[in-house]
């Protein structure tokens, strides 16, 4: 890795003097200069950026970083009260959200720090919070890096989202990924509604995890930007800037070594996936290309899964030569915290880190031959959060999760007709090689360290350890008709790349490179990554389509090409080492500094390709005119928050089967209003239907009554849709079908573009 080879492993974090401490500083204020460039340049308005900054400082991080403060026993950095302080203010404003939308005061959302500010202003025993003194500061080339990572993420941010989805559709050709409508309609609803119902079926229970669309509502209704704006610009770059920092901070916290930090976050936020022929495909899944805008809440988890990961590795075993303070016993109160929080940011977090104490518990009574009571506290808490997100987040609905071993692997192998045992067996054994290629190579750094400790690692690397493991396993355990399974590999990687950063840091402190030996290999594993981007740009490869063998061969192929590359060089290095003294016992990190920099064109190939093929490309595209998205803003202007809304659009694409494809998500999404019935085909009982999307609503009645108000509508009917299901407004998309002559008769046509018409029902 480039930012570990650069650093010097001795390097002092002591308090600086005044003029060094000042430029501490500058890295953060070019850092968000340069993101607040890119979100202007990407169509961001800029009272809206003002707005949302000042949110995020005062109503997140400045109450959170006050109650982190009086929990951590001892201050250590100022970066890590600010990442760990937002991280617990996200948490408390998503109390204070729940709070104030149960008592219908959601307008008062904007008062709720006055709780943990007047207190920490008045008691004398809080005050002494607000200024501190620390013993240690970040170096500025950590900082510097860091930054880097920060900004250049940002930048594929722009590339791969910003730049393909304006706020508001200004055209009629404009295509969006499919989930995106979805995901707003959640936060729409969630401005207004606790708990949350199914936006576009009102009245159908949410068994979802919603908490990060809560979260961009309260910063909407809080900082008055509008909603739009905060989905498509303002909070998914927010959250993988902090989770970038905290993967920094954490990092440095767990293993007692600053450097370790800002390599995982190197790992995690600039070196790409492995598969990345052509920019545009998932094959097994991915880490960060398409994931962290395609599923924002796989995103917002990591900001709290992050922070509960060093409570817990600081209460299971503290890194014998750390000299990172302790947090105390103040953790726990932490970790009640982060777990509660995380039972609804992502349904993959907690049963990832339930098989973490797990394997650190069994692996510690096998070592130890003890059970350590911080693992069982922990393990205790754990079960009781999960237990709570099953039972009252998700009704115990399975949401379409099976167990069904290697599945994710089967659809690739094929089936064994034709084949010789061996063939299939050689098949198997590639596929399950493309599988770790693909999601794990940047985790090599854990097999060095194993390989240096000889296997022995210390409580708090088995729980790193054991998360990184589960994700993958649970991966391959399970099936999900969508796919989902994947988001426990993305769970663990968080863990993972922790300790992979921490191998490479021992691994490097093992060949005691010189200051000029590691700038040359900074260096060199710079020039590998634009190598290997601008070898990707030349040999670039169509997609194959279908889940097929040979859409993993171009992967096999390169991987195949570097081995014989990386085994040519290794051959090489070992004749020199021969004459050349300074080259013996330094190879291993020069391999493992290439294989760790493989993934580089990961982010840049996805970010082009986007140019090509908006969206994603491959992945599922809606259109989304602004005509209907004008006329459901509209609705949102002109009504009140609890009113229903009723739509003859319920279909993305009517099959040749006859059957509607029932993801219309548009008029629930920008209307920010429960719809009667829209799109029903992400309801949540709907998942695992043997038709998928395509299967029939489960209220015939209700849909036929709603359809008749537009086909033929009469005073009963419309009666007894106001009166008994709340609807206010129906608004008739006329590319679905036009209206009946007789609504214009029986309810107050208030809106009329054309393509869409809303009335008012009397």
């Known amino acids: 890795m480039t930012v570990l080879a650069v650093a010097d492993a001795e390097l002092p974090v002591s308090d600086p003097p005044g003029g060094q401490r000042l430029a501490g500083f500058l890295p953060p204020l070019v850092g968000y200069a340069a993101v607040a460039t890119i979100l202007l340049l990407t169509g961001t308005p800029p009272i809206d950026l003002i707005a949302w900054t000042g949110y995020a400082a005062v109503w997140v991080m400045l109450p959170g970083t006050l109650v982190y403060r009086s929990l951590r026993s001892r201050p250590h950095t100022l970066v890590e009260d600010l990442a760990m302080g937002a991280a617990v203010g996200l948490v408390l404003e998503l109390a204070a959200w729940a709070a104030f939308l149960a008592l219908d005061a959601g307008s008062w959302l904007w008062c709720w720090p006055l709780a943990v500010l007047v207190p920490y202003a008045v008691l004398p025993r809080l005050r002494r919070h607000w200024s501190v003194r620390y013993p240690a500061f970040a170096p500025l080339g950590w900082a510097w890096t860091l930054t880097a990572v920060v900004v250049g993420f940002t930048g594929y941010l722009a590339a791969s989202f910003l730049s393909t989805n304006p706020v508001l559709p200004t055209s009629e050709g404009q295509q969006q990924y499919i989930d995106l409508a979805f995901q707003l309609s959640i936060a729409g609803a969630a401005t207004h509604q606790v708990p949350l119902d199914v936006p576009q079926v009102a009245g159908e229970p949410l068994h979802y995890h919603w908490f990060g669309f809560a979260q961009m509502a309260a910063s909407s209704l809080i900082s008055g930007v509008d909603l739009p704006t905060v989905f498509f610009r303002l909070a998914v770059p927010a959250w993988c800037a902090l989770a970038a920092v905290l993967v920094a901070v954490v990092g440095w916290r767990v293993s007692g070594r600053a450097w370790v930090g800002v390599a995982a976050s190197a790992l995690m936020f600039t070196v790409g996936e492995f598969g990345f022929e052509n920019g545009v495909r998932q094959l097994f899944g991915t880490q960060a290309t398409f994931i962290v805008w395609g599923s924002p809440s796989m995103t917002y988890s990591w900001v709290l899964l992050l922070p509960l990961i060093a409570v817990a590795a600081d209460r299971i075993g503290r890194t014998s030569d750390s000299a990172v303070p302790p947090l105390g016993r103040g953790a726990w109160?932490?970790?009640?915290?982060?777990?509660?929080?995380?039972?609804?940011?992502?349904?993959?977090?907690?049963?990832?880190?339930?098989?973490?104490?797990?394997?650190?518990?069994?692996?510690?009574?096998?070592?130890?031959?003890?059970?350590?009571?911080?693992?069982?506290?922990?393990?205790?808490?754990?079960?009781?959060?999960?237990?709570?997100?099953?039972?009252?987040?998700?009704?115990?609905?399975?949401?379409?999760?099976?167990?069904?071993?290697?599945?994710?692997?089967?659809?690739?192998?094929?089936?064994?007709?034709?084949?010789?045992?061996?063939?299939?067996?050689?098949?198997?054994?590639?596929?399950?090689?493309?599988?770790?290629?693909?999601?794990?190579?940047?985790?090599?750094?854990?097999?060095?360290?194993?390989?240096?400790?000889?296997?022995?690692?210390?409580?708090?690397?088995?729980?790193?350890?054991?998360?990184?493991?589960?994700?993958?396993?649970?991966?391959?355990?399970?099936?999900?008709?969508?796919?989902?399974?994947?988001?426990?590999?993305?769970?663990?990687?968080?863990?993972?790349?922790?300790?992979?950063?921490?191998?490479?840091?021992?691994?490097?402190?093992?060949?005691?490179?010189?200051?000029?030996?590691?700038?040359?290999?900074?260096?060199?594993?710079?020039?590998?990554?634009?190598?290997?981007?601008?070898?990707?740009?030349?040999?670039?490869?169509?997609?194959?389509?279908?889940?097929?063998?040979?859409?993993?061969?171009?992967?096999?192929?390169?991987?195949?090409?570097?081995?014989?590359?990386?085994?040519?060089?290794?051959?090489?290095?070992?004749?020199?080492?021969?004459?050349?003294?300074?080259?013996?016992?330094?190879?291993?990190?020069?391999?493992?500094?290439?294989?760790?920099?493989?993934?580089?064109?990961?982010?840049?190939?996805?970010?082009?390709?986007?140019?090509?093929?908006?969206?994603?490309?491959?992945?599922?595209?809606?259109?989304?005119?602004?005509?209907?998205?004008?006329?459901?803003?509209?609705?949102?202007?002109?009504?009140?928050?609890?009113?229903?809304?009723?739509?003859?659009?319920?279909?993305?694409?009517?099959?040749?089967?006859?059957?509607?494809?029932?993801?219309?998500f548009w008029l629930s999404a920008y209307a920010q209003r429960s719809v009667l019935v829209e799109g029903w085909g992400f309801a949540p009982r709907m998942v695992g239907e043997p038709a998928g999307v395509a299967a029939p609503f489960w209220d015939q009645d209700l849909l036929a009554a709603n359809d008749a108000a537009f086909t033929a509508p009469t005073a009963a009917g419309l009666a007894d849709l106001r009166d008994r299901r709340r609807v206010r407004w129906l608004v008739a998309d006329r590319s679905t079908g036009r209206e009946s002559p007789t609504l214009g008769e029986l309810a107050e046509l208030r809106f009329d573009n054309g393509r869409v018409a809303v009335y008012r029902l009397r």
Not at 342 to 350: H, Q
Not at 370 to 380: C, E, H, I, M, W
Not at 417 to 424: A, I
């Open 333 to 664: 109160v932490l970790a009640v915290l982060f777990l509660l929080a995380s039972t609804g940011a992502k349904a993959s977090s907690l049963p990832v880190l339930l098989a973490a104490l797990a394997c650190t518990a069994v692996l510690g009574l096998l070592t130890r031959r003890r059970l350590d009571l911080p693992v069982l506290a922990l393990t205790g808490l754990a079960l009781a959060a999960q237990l709570f997100a099953t039972a009252v987040l998700f009704a115990f609905e399975s949401h379409g999760v099976t167990v069904d071993p290697f599945y994710v692997v089967r659809v690739y192998v094929g089936p064994a007709d034709g084949r010789t045992t061996g063939v299939h067996v050689l098949i198997w054994a590639a596929v399950l090689v493309a599988f770790l290629l693909n999601l794990q190579l940047r985790l090599a750094g854990v097999v060095a360290l194993l390989r240096l400790r000889r296997f022995r690692l210390e409580a708090g690397q088995l729980f790193l350890l054991g998360g990184a493991l589960a994700g993958p396993t649970l991966h391959l355990l399970l099936k999900h008709p969508g796919g989902s399974n994947q988001y426990f590999t993305r769970t663990g990687f968080a863990f993972g790349v922790l300790l992979s950063a921490w191998g490479y840091a021992e691994l490097l402190d093992r060949a005691a490179l010189t200051r000029r030996g590691k700038v040359l290999l900074g260096l060199a594993a710079a020039g590998l990554a634009v190598a290997l981007t601008a070898a990707q740009f030349a040999w670039r490869v169509a997609p194959t389509v279908g889940p097929r063998f040979d859409r993993l061969l171009p992967l096999l192929r390169w991987a195949g090409a570097l081995a014989l590359l990386a085994l040519l060089l290794g051959l090489l290095w070992w004749l020199l080492g021969r004459r050349f003294t300074a080259l013996a016992g330094r190879g291993g990190v020069v391999l493992l500094t290439g294989i760790l920099v493989a993934g580089a064109p990961g982010l840049v190939m996805d970010g082009a390709a986007a140019r090509e093929n908006p969206n994603g490309g491959a992945y599922g595209l809606v259109s989304m005119p602004a005509s209907r998205v004008e006329a459901a803003r509209w609705v949102r202007a002109h009504s009140e928050p609890d009113d229903v809304v009723a739509t003859n659009a319920h279909c993305r694409q009517v099959l040749r089967s006859g059957a509607c494809d029932a993801r219309s």
